[in-house]
Each structure stands twice: as structure tokens, then as C-alpha cells.
């Protein structure tokens, strides 16, 4: 069984539009991240939480804003689609923020921004 | 400039050779380094983590780790065709906030 669920799996967005990124993970961890992965570039880093409190925020958009309504929830809502915001989304988690514990990624959501 | 870069861009080995992966840091506040292995149409997952410096050896993988010269090194040997992968460095001076290395794209040859 999955241990932590994206949704969906592939996206299609126009510009200018709005959309939701889902997250979830069932390991039982305090610890939820958002990465993203765009062509020819590393995977980046843009917001941890930890036990529901925004610890880390390295996206230079206030269009990314993350949303945690469960503990084990880390969802991410993109406003004002752009086509340079296309990538491949990726949530992760890990048992704790404070600590260098292994981080356990998801599937990835792949969002095309026409 | 990449906080982390690695090395080669690509590498093809034959089935049962041995894969030699780098990875440099910029950057001396990093402590943790991890590697990871990300199939295509998946996600990254670790493959090992090296704090310390010296070898660590997993199975058939072996990191090595200079804190001095900021370098880090993935050993494969006896590479089978599910190797065949892109292999990340990342790096962490807090423990949260991965910073991932351009990546190398590993094929192994039947």
C-alpha cells in the first residue's frame, strides 16, 4: 500500500487559473515537505512543516501557499498559474523536522501550465 | 553556482561493473549528506545517509564521505539493470531542508 498518497497524478492547468496539489501520509510522521522538480533543474526545496507549524518557506511566490488540515495532511494551492510554474510537485515526510531522518517522498503530481 | 554539483552527468555501465558516482558541496555548514535513487515516474527514495567521515557500505553500495574536501562519493558494484536510475546527492546542515544535486543519470547494459 502507498505510504503517502499524491493527487492527482498528472494536471493540467491555463494560466492564470488556480489549483490544489493534495497530500497525504499514512507513516505516521510529524514531519511534511513540498519539493519541486522542474525540467534540467534539481529537485527544490520550498516549505517544510512540522507537527502542523510552518518551520521552513524558501518559495520566493506568495502564489504557494501550503495547507495543513490534518497532521498528516501537507496540501499545496497554487494561485495565478504561470506556464514556468509546469513541474513535477513531489510531498514528502519524515519522522521529525528537527533531525537529519531519512525523508520519504511521494509519486509526484505533474502539472502542465498552458 | 549549485550549492551541489555531481558528477559524471551520465554514466553507462555493463551489468556486474562497478558505478562510480560524485558529488561536491559549496557549501561547509552542510553536515548530513544522503543519496538518493529516483526511477522514472517516481519519487526520490534514499538509498543511504553518511554523516561521518570515512565509508559506509550498504550491500552491493559503499558511500564515502570527506568533510575536508566536501566530497562524497556513491560506490555500486555489481550493477544490475534495476540500477538504472537517476541518483541525487543531497545535502542538509539542519536536518529538514534537502538541497539535491543536479542528479546522474546511471544505465546499466544488459
Known amino acids: 500500500d502507498p505510504k503517502i498518497i499524491q493527487k492527482p497524478k498528472y494536471l493540467v492547468a491555463v494560466t492564470g487559473s488556480e489549483k490544489i496539489l493534495i497530500c497525504e501520509q499514512y507513516?505516521?510522521?510529524?514531519?511534511m515537505y513540498w519539493y519541486r522538480q522542474s525540467a534540467k533543474k534539481p529537485l527544490e526545496f520550498m516549505f517544510s512543516?512540522?507537527?502542523?507549524?510552518?518551520?521552513d518557506n524558501q518559495t520566493a511566490s506568495s502564489r504557494f501557499q501550503p495547507q495543513s488540515s490534518k497532521k498528516n495532511h501537507l496540501d499545496l494551492q497554487i494561485t495565478a498559474l504561470k506556464p514556468d510554474d509546469s513541474a513535477t510537485y513531489f510531498c514528502?515526510?519524515?519522522?521529525?523536522?528537527?533531525?537529519?531522518?531519512?525523508?520519504?517522498f511521494g509519486p509526484g503530481t505533474r502539472l502542465t501550465v498552458l | 553556482q549549485q550549492k551541489v554539483q555531481q558528477s559524471p552527468e551520465s554514466l553507462s555501465v555493463p551489468e556486474g561493473g562497478m558505478a562510480s558516482l560524485n558529488c561536491t558541496s559549496s557549501?561547509?555548514?552542510?553536515?548530513y549528506f544522503w543519496w538518493y535513487r529516483q526511477h522514472s515516474g517516481e519519487g526520490p527514495k534514499a538509498l543511504m545517509?553518511?554523516?561521518?567521515?570515512g565509508d559506509k557500505k550498504e550491500g552491493r553500495f559503499t558511500a564515502h564521505l570527506n568533510k575536508a574536501s566536501l566530497h562524497v562519493s556513491l560506490h555500486i558494484r555489481d550493477s544490475q539493470p534495476s540500477d538504472s536510475a537517476l541518483y541525487f546527492c543531497?545535502?542538509?546542515?539542519?536536518?529538514?531542508?534537502?538541497?539535491f544535486g543536479t542528479g546522474t543519470s546511471l544505465l546499466v547494459d544488459p
Open positions: 514528502a515526510s519524515s519522522q521529525d523536522g528537527t533531525k537529519s531522518y531519512e525523508q520519504y
Open positions: 507513516l505516521g510522521h510529524n514531519a
Open positions: 512543516y512540522s507537527y502542523q507549524k510552518l518551520m
Open positions: 557549501d561547509r555548514n552542510f553536515q
Open positions: 545517509s553518511i554523516f561521518s567521515d
Open positions: 543531497a545535502a542538509s546542515n539542519m536536518g529538514y531542508k534537502l538541497t
